[in-house]
T-cell receptor, first 113, second 111 residues
């Protein structure tokens, strides 16, 4: 596809369960970012991948959050033992180069009951 | 501590008039500023950006102004159109990687 895609679009889970969120960046984009938007808040940076460099994980809120990017393309954000405060829209973005304009996907709305 | 603040949660403007959205920041190391527009159930869409070496950037109906001494930037939309109604996010970064976003301003353009 032409843009960043994310799946699922919506995810409802029970507290304590693990979830995986997927991001397919724009083909050829070397940088990939994860953000989340909680209700009434701006977007909050989580993690950033650039090529083969070690990811910048400085925004991950706890060790329950992890992400990987396989083959320099698809990325998966994993949240273990979900909590109600994890409920948010999780957004993925990609850019052609580090520091370039970021193109966002539609997001995954996560609801933890 | 919010490094990027959008103090107006909403703004209502008549079609054809100017919309002015404001944003303040606290980190003097920010060197790249962007505005994004977001419709419900969609990801943010890039609108316009400005580097800290400039004080103005214009693209069609959209102009961004940067006042570094005041740590303030604004987005002007003129003339405003009903299709401009959306949430507008201001964002800033050091070197263009991790973006720090404001909480957004809901713009409503009335026809």
């Amino acid at each position: 596809g032409a843009g960043v895609s994310q799946s699922p679009s919506n995810k409802v889970t029970e507290k304590g369960k693990d979830v995986e969120l997927r991001c397919d960046p724009i083909s050829g984009h070397t940088a990939l970012y994860w953000y989340r938007q909680s209700l009434g808040q701006g977007l909050e940076f989580l993690i950033y991948f650039q090529g083969n460099s070690a990811p910048d994980k400085s925004g991950l809120p706890s060790d329950r959050f992890s992400a990987e990017r396989t083959g320099g393309s698809v990325s998966t954000l994993t949240i273990q033992r979900t909590q109600q405060e994890d409920s948010a829209v999780y957004l993925c973005a990609s850019s052609l180069l580090a520091g370039g304009g970021q193109f966002f996907g539609p997001g995954t709305r996560l609801t933890v009951l | 501590d919010q490094q990027v603040k959008q103090n107006s949660p909403s703004l209502s403007v008549q079609e054809g008039r100017i919309s002015i959205l404001n944003c303040d920041y606290t980190n003097s190391m920010f060197d790249y500023f962007l505005w994004y527009k977001k419709y419900p159930a969609e990801g943010p869409t890039f609108l316009i950006s400005i580097s800290s070496i400039k004080d103005k950037n214009e693209d069609g109906r959209f102009t961004v102004f940067l006042n570094k001494s005041a740590k303030h930037l604004s987005l002007h939309i003129v003339p405003s159109q009903p299709g401009d109604s959306a949430v507008y996010f201001c964002a800033a970064s050091e070197g263009g990687n991790k973006l720090v976003f404001g909480a957004g301003t809901i713009l409503r353009v009335k026809s």
